[in-house]
């Protein structure tokens, strides 16, 4: 290809592709989706009630290195209840190098939360139905069951259907945390 302004363009009979509805898009209205949605935040947030604390970092009070911009104190947002869906599993413990230094296995916590949930609790800037950013970033903390954790993926890139009805009408996040131990953070 010799033109580079022709990289990532649609096609006139790709663009009317995806304008035209079809399949679920005819019968999947705004009706249908908050039906799902109400549904689906029933189930987590009255019946299953489980949440965990977000604790974010302050960067308007939070001094940092001039030459660096890293932070040895860094001061915290209050923090915040949120409900999901919430799964930590067990990491194998790793060897660094051949008959080296062990690395202990730490708990891997995932939560999957709704758009509108956090959208409620002020966590999300929404730009499109496809991109949505937020509010929990990566390398912000989590305190679940007694531990905590460090947000390692904050959930931007969920653009699969796990995490939409009809492939574009997303509902929720799925934020990945790996446990820590309370010398890198504890909010005491």
Known sequence: M?????????????????ISPKGIGLFF???EFDLFNDLGRELTEDFLQESFLLYRIDL???????????SKVKRWLPEIEIFGRINVESVE????TKYGITKKGMGMLTASV???HLEELNLIDRKSNSEIISGAKMGDFIFFKGEYYKIIDDG?????NKHAWTGDRRFSITIKAIEIDEDIFKAR
């Open 29 to 31: 209205s705004e009706k």
């Open 60 to 70: 308007e009070r939070t001094e940092v290195d001039a030459l660096y911009g890293e």
């Open 114 to 116: 709704y758009i509108q």
């Open 156 to 160: 931007f890139s969920n653009i699969d």
């Open 2 to 18: 010799d033109n580079f302004s022709e990289i990532g363009k649609k096609t006139q009979i790709g663009t009317q592709h995806e």
């Open 93 to 96: 413990p790793t060897t660094q």
